[in-house]
């Protein structure tokens, strides 16, 4: 079918949450349904910051709810949402 990468912007719950460990724990979650290409943290508003994640998968249907339900599934998630998606 191909392959897209999928941009996710992650939530944490608060300004307390460890986005290190937050990654550690979504690539975990991650492994075997997709590759993880990028990572970075990006500033919001207040102190508070976002990961964004980019990670490549099959264009299979059901995939982004698969994805987006693994990611809020890790322990100081507030919410992970589709930020961009693009054919590969």
């Known amino acids: ?3 897209v990468l999928v941009t996710f912007e992650i939530m944490p719950d608060g300004l ?3 986005l290190g ?3 550690k724990e979504v690539e975990a979650k991650v492994k075997g ?8 943290i990006r ?3 207040f102190g508070l910051q976002a990961l964004m994640i980019n990670i490549v998968v099959e264009d299979e249907e059901g995939m ?3 994805l987006e339900q693994l990611i ?3 322990p100081g998630v507030q919410n992970a949402r589709v930020f ?3 054919k590969i």
């Open 21 to 23: 460990q937050v990654r």
């Open 16 to 18: 307390e949450v460890d």
């Open 84 to 86: 961009a998606l693009n």
């Open 33 to 40: 349904t997709g590759k993880i290409e990028q990572v970075e």
């Open 1 to 3: 079918m191909g392959q």
């Open 72 to 74: 809020g599934s890790v």
């Open 43 to 45: 500033p919001i508003a």
């Open 64 to 66: 982004m709810d698969k």
